[in-house]
């Protein structure tokens, strides 16, 4: 069994369901700007909306823990030297997401980054430094120049600690440990959010604009290296109010995730590895990268060392364990301490000095590159609603390039934080139905029988074998259907502090449907979405295809008129 | 799969008066964490139990909890068969979940200058080792300081060290963090040696912190009265009866015919020198009695703790240069130390001396004792923080006392007499010797024993029961040995 099973307890507890209650202070709960997730993208944008006017940050994790910036390991992508320049920056990361870019976003991407971490360092940001004082630079896959910008290999928790710092002198008000479960609409408008506290009471916030920041969500695959929020709640929140998402079917995995211990599998290893200099080898001791990209090798694009690894490990070249070995004992000790402490420390917890032995790696589900349709403003398909960093699409196309998530979220959320405040002031009204729809799907969960999380996994091992690294249409069909048959609205809440766990099941099994229907539509391979059932004679540059798109309203691919 | 039994601490604050322990038995993975544990009886046995996390990895600092007692980060502690999980240390809101609010709003912000100052590379290293810190509260849950007085604690003085390196930073941190409470922390260590970021908080920032209130005259006048002593006599505490040294010959031979065991030299420190003489007499004979040949140079002085401790560093160099020719011109390897905060001053303060360290439990037990006679007599050991987490020492103290007495264990709390904590802030020390007067009431102990003059001294004064030396217990049980053979 892949999970942890329970052989017996002392007593069975037998539970009434305690109902939710609406939380008293919640009715003036109004607000110019609501901002939905606390990680890069969505404190940013707060930081910047509350410039404009009175903001509230919901987050489901206490404000500096949530999310998957924390976690951010290897870098912040940014054009910082004369050799290097943002046209190169914007051909490296076109061809890397094989063109599938929006090229205005990415344009945005390359020439503010440089401008965000600026703002990061003023604010306090401890990155390292060359020894001519400079901010330090470290050449990360795909790119022709070394720009991605680091702290050790803690680079999100600097920039996230960094982040907070600056809030806290600000007046915006947290609430955190709350969950959004749906955003609130005035006919197509964006009103504000629904929303459960720690204790499953019910929170209605009422916004002139909200700004969706709520994270990635490749928390539905079995092997995935996001935190716990990476459940992918705003693209399922989104889809459910009617905005339209695009290639959704664009989920990286990342070459190198742990394979041990088994309950923590697909935890990062991060890209930083290679690009200090560490090897990729099978079993047989070959270093493998120079059957895929001999110019490139370890640090080709993730895509290519994903699928070359998930390859040697298919044909029977990898451990035990299910890994390949990735290897760093040749180089120095001290660069291993002081450029990967956080990779040495976590492998020493699990056994490895990874000074003297190799780590074993495998892919792991890591980032979603699609997600809400957005324009250079961070402005939805819905009036009132934005979205920035991962939870939004098109700025990494069909691949993302290590480091440029991060500054992402740094560009766009400042972006949309500045077009939410800058947006007119209105007369809040909530239509009360919605609210009294919420009650009853919470209600449901009270009285429902099926456990979340067994569904979570049974989700997550379809999808990890249906909709993973290499796709065709059978098994993406029945996945979607079994994905589209998980009781998902039977879900079982115990206490009324669980109803936002099912909440966040039932957003899971959305986006992984939103997955695999995208995965459908998009009949060619490219970047990080492999079709092993179709053959076509286009490469990226030259397909005829731009973004799938998905909303309740249409679905379908966009042509390109190639010129 | 591995079968773990285990037993999780639960709270529901709707129904429940107080906390209760609840036996589990779960199925996980080879390897599994702490973390997978909790999952595991979440998802297939009670989905009400509450627990924190979010990265999984080490990362975001959700997660800590207790396990047998120590706080750990349950994504990153391997599970145990039998293991206790309960919560930090904190208010406890519900389950494991406690309340991190207070302590995380009370960690101060950087005011940034109006125009930027970019930190030099020198600057960033410095900051650098501070600033891994993932705001776990583990530190924060085990602070003896922050329990009985207002001080802000581990995490936050950790902050203000950060933000005073930082030329980015537009604040007074210094005056600061002395408001903040930067004088109550005792160093005894706890915060250190649970951080799972290993950030050296009470070398690393509160000294540092308190050296830099040096620079601008916010020391204590209590610590300055003490600086001043020591520079004036070379010694923290004046002259009140006849010192240990004045008692002693230079060398003293070990008993009995064989060849010694081992030579050191002796480092009395200060406290036993000249406030408790007669418990460093008691160890000489113990030693001698062990086959130990020890060498105690008379112009030895003050190992500079006090002064460390308290950020008082003019005269440290020439303190620590005196101590180490001393003992490096009688050509010795070992330096032998009784003191528990001079052993760990030498061991950590000391930049490589050119001998080895050993405190005198250490000694005894590397060389081994002559058994002393039972006593019938009840003792429960008070682990000096200097000792236990300055130097790792924890089982040869105990070593050595079940060989005399029986041994009832308590709590290893900080009695609160180190850091400069007893001179400078007596009702602090007050109150943490109260506490740890409680403890030792609740084992229904005959006598307290320890390894350190401060403790020793301290302890004293805030329980009824005696409080004695090792070396001194050991003595005793000797002579009731000798009386024996005596009558037979
Ligand atoms: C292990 C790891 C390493 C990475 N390393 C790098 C790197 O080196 N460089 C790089 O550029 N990128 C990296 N990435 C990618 C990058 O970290 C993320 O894409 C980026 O941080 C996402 O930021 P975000 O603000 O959009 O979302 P997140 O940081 O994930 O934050 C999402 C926030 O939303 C909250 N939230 C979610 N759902 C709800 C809800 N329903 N209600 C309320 N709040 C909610 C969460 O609590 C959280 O606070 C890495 C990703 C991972 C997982
Ligand atoms: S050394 Fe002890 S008293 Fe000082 S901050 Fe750390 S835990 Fe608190
Ligand atoms: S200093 Fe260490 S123990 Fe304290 S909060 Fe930071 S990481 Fe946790
Ligand atoms: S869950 Fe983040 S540190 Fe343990």
């Known amino acids: 069994m892949a999970f942890s099973l329970v052989l017996c307890h002392l007593f069975m507890i037998v539970y009434t369901p305690q109902s939710n209650k609406m939380r008293a202070d919640s009715d003036g709960m109004e607000c110019h700007v609501l901002v939905i997730g606390s990680g890069g993208a969505g404190v940013r944008a707060a930081i910047e909306a509350s410039a404009y006017g009175d903001v509230v940050l919901v987050s489901k994790t206490i404000v500096s823990k949530g999310g998957c910036t924390p976690m951010a390991e290897g870098g912040y992508n940014a054009v910082l030297r004369e050799e290097d320049s943002c046209e190169i920056h914007f051909e490296d990361t076109m061809k890397g997401g094989a063109f599938l870019n929006d090229p205005e976003l990415v344009k945005i991407l390359v020439s503010e980054s440089p401008q965000r971490m600026d703002d990061l360092i003023l604010w306090g940001a401890v990155f390292d430094v060359t020894d001519d004082n400079k901010v330090a630079q470290r050449p990360f896959g795909g790119q022709r120049f070394p720009r991605t910008c680091y702290a050790g290999d803690r680079t999100g928790h600097e920039m996230m600690t960094t982040l907070v710092e600056r809030l806290d002198g600000l007046p915006v008000d947290i609430l955190t440990e709350t969950t959004v479960i749906d955003l609130l609409k005035e006919g197509d408008r964006v009103v504000g959010a629904f929303a459960l506290d720690d204790k499953g009471d019910s929170i209605v916030i009422k916004a002139d604009s909200t700004i969706l920041a709520t994270g990635g969500g490749t928390r539905v695959f079995d092997i995935s290296t996001n935190s716990a929020s990476g459940t992918g709640d705003g693209y399922a929140i989104g889809y459910r109010a009617g905005a339209e998402l695009i290639d959704m079917e664009m989920v990286q995995f990342h070459p190198t995730g742990a394979v041990f211990p088994y309950d923590a599998r697909g935890r990062l290893v991060t890209e930083a590895v290679r690009s200090e200099g560490g090897i990729l080898k099978n079993t047989l001791g070959e270093r493998f990268m120079k059957q895929y990209d001999p110019e490139r090798m370890e640090l080709s694009t993730r895509d290519v060392v994903a699928r070359a690894i998930a390859t040697e490990i298919n044909k029977g070249r990898g451990t035990k364990n299910g890994g390949v070995f990735l290897d760093v004992t040749h180089l120095p000790r001290e660069q291993i301490e002081a450029k990967l402490p956080v990779m040495l420390e976590q492998f020493l917890k699990f056994g490895v000095d990874i000074r003297t032995e190799p780590m074993e790696v495998a892919p792991t589900a890591h980032h979603i590159m699609g997600g809400l349709r957005i324009t250079p403003r961070g402005e939805t398909t819905l009036p009132g609603l934005f979205a920035c960093g991962e939870v939004a699409g098109g700025v990494h196309g069909a691949n993302r390039l290590g480091g440029n998530a991060l500054a992402e979220t740094q560009v766009f959320g400042k972006r949309a934080g500045e077009s939410a405040g800058r947006s007119e002031k209105r007369v809040r009204n909530v239509d009360l139905r919605q609210i009294e729809g919420q009650q009853e799907r919470l209600s449901r969960f009270l009285n429902g029988s099926v456990n979340p999380a067994t569904v979570a996994r049974e989700l997550q091992l379809a999808m990890w074998e249906g909709a993973g690294i290499f796709r065709n249409a059978n098994d993406l069909r029945s996945t979607l259907a079994m994905v589209m048959h998980l009781p998902a609205s039977d879900l079982k809440a115990v206490s009324a502090r669980n109803l936002s766990e099912c909440c966040t099941i039932q957003n899971m099994c959305l986006t992984a449907s939103l997955i695999c229907k995208s995965a459908l539509l998009r009949p060619e391979s490219r970047g990080a979405h492999v079709r092993t059932d179709i053959c076509h004679a286009w490469d990226a540059q030259t397909s005829p295809f731009a973004h799938t798109y998905i909303s309740h309203a249409r679905q379908g691919i966009e042509r390109r008129s190639h010129t | ?488």
């Open chain 2, 1 to 488: 799969m591995i079968r773990l039994s285990v037993h999780v601490f639960r709270f529901d604050p709707a129904t429940d008066t107080s906390g209760r322990i609840v036996p589990y038995t779960v199925e996980v993975n080879g390897g599994a964490r702490v973390l997978h544990v909790l999952h595991a009886i979440h998802d297939s046995i009670d989905q009400t139990l509450s627990y924190r996390y979010c990265c999984g990895s080490g990362q975001c600092g959700s997660c800590a909890v207790r396990v047998n007692g120590e706080p750990v980060l349950a994504c990153m502690e391997e599970a145990r068969d039998g293991m206790v999980i309960e919560p930090l240390k904190l208010a406890v809101k519900r389950d494991l979940v406690v309340d991190l609010m207070q302590n995380l709003d009370a960690i101060a912000f950087l005011a940034p200058r109006a125009e930027l100052v970019f930190p030099a590379k020198d600057e960033i290293d410095a900051i650098k080792p501070l600033r891994s810190c993932i705001e776990c509260l583990c530190c924060v849950s085990v602070c003896p300081a922050m329990d009985v007085t207002n001080f802000l604690g581990p995490a936050a003085m950790r902050q203000e060290m950060r933000l005073a390196l930082d030329p980015r930073d537009s604040r007074d941190r210094i005056t600061d963090s002395v408001k903040d409470g930067l004088f109550t922390c005792t160093s005894c260590q706890a915060c250190w040696k649970v951080c799972p970021k290993d950030i050296e908080i009470p070398g690393k920032a509160i000294e540092k912190l308190r050296a830099f209130a040096n620079k601008k005259g916010l020391t204590l006048p209590r610590h300055q009265e003490v600086a001043a002593l020591v520079k004036e006599t070379g010694r923290s505490v004046t002259r009140i009866e006849p010192t240990f040294l004045e008692q002693v010959g230079e060398v003293l031979e070990p008993y009995g015919t064989g060849a010694p065991k081992a030579t050191m030299g002796f480092f009395v420190g200060c406290m036993y020198n000249m406030r408790l003489p007669k418990t460093a007499l008691d160890a000489m004979e113990v030693l001698r009695r062990n086959g130990i040949h020890i060498i105690i140079p008379k112009e030895q002085v003050c190992c500079g703790s006090p002064l460390i401790r308290t950020g008082q560093l003019d005269i440290l160099d020439a303190l620590k240069r005196k101590n180490i020719e001393t003992f490096r011109s009688r050509g010795l390897n070992t330096v032998m130390t009784m003191c528990a905060g001079c052993g760990s001053t030498l061991k950590n303060d000391y930049k490589n001396p050119p001998f080895t360290i050993m405190d005198i439990n250490e000694v005894l037990t590397k060389y081994g004792i002559e058994p002393p006679a039972h006593l019938p007599i009840r003792a429960t050991y008070h682990d000096p923080c200097h000792l236990l987490r300055g130097q790792g020492i924890r089982e040869q103290p105990r070593q050595l006392i079940r060989q005399v007495v029986d041994l009832v264990e308590m709590p290893a709390i900080c009695c609160g007499s180190g850091g400069g904590v007893k001179s400078g802030m007596p009702d602090e020390a007050a109150a943490l010797g109260k506490r740890r007067g409680e403890e030792i009431q609740k084992t229904g102990a005959d006598i307290v024993i320890s390894s350190c003059p401060f403790c020793e001294f301290h302890i004293a004064g805030h329980t009824d029961k005696p409080v004695k030396n090792v070396a001194s217990v050991l003595l005793e049980g000797y002579k009731e040995k000798d009386k024996k053979s005596v009558k037979n």
